[in-house]
């Protein structure tokens, strides 16, 4: 499967984005589908991810209440709606695909990866 990223972007501290993520050469319907993100110097984090066929749903606790994932089966597309957003969610943010009904927090468990779309935080 392949994925692309999009919706970042240059938000002040407080307000909202919405990433999205478009997947191409199959559906997601046996997949995990997760957000990443790393920022400069530092390793890739688990953000949340999703099981695509029941909707389970994992936040890391940084971002628990704040942001929010979802999916659109008719697209064929992930969504990270992104609230109250803070200077340290800047980072490059991913989405990663992997074939399991578990949501794995180790980005190597992934193996499909979109190229990343940048969100800058300013405070």
């Known amino acids: 499967v392949q994925l692309q990223a999009s919706g970042g972007g240059l938000v002040q501290a407080g307000g909202s984005l919405r990433l999205s993520c478009a997947a191409s050469g199959r559906t997601f319907s046996d997949y995990v589908v997760a957000w990443f993100r790393q920022a400069p110097g530092k390793e890739r984090d688990f953000v949340t991810g999703?099981?695509?066929?029941?909707?389970?749903?994992v936040f890391a606790d940084s971002v628990k209440g704040r942001f929010t994932i979802s999916r659109d089966n008719a697209k064929n597309t992930l969504y990270l709606q992104m609230n109250s957003l803070k200077p340290e969610d800047t980072a490059l943010y991913y989405c990663?695909?992997?074939?399991?009904?578990?949501?794995?927090?180790?980005?190597?468990?992934?193996?499909?990866w979109g190229q990343g779309t940048l969100v800058t935080v300013s405070s």
């Open positions: 990663a695909a992997g074939r399991s009904r578990l949501i794995y927090r180790l980005p190597s468990l992934y193996h499909s």
């Open positions: 999703i099981v695509w066929s029941d909707g389970r749903t």
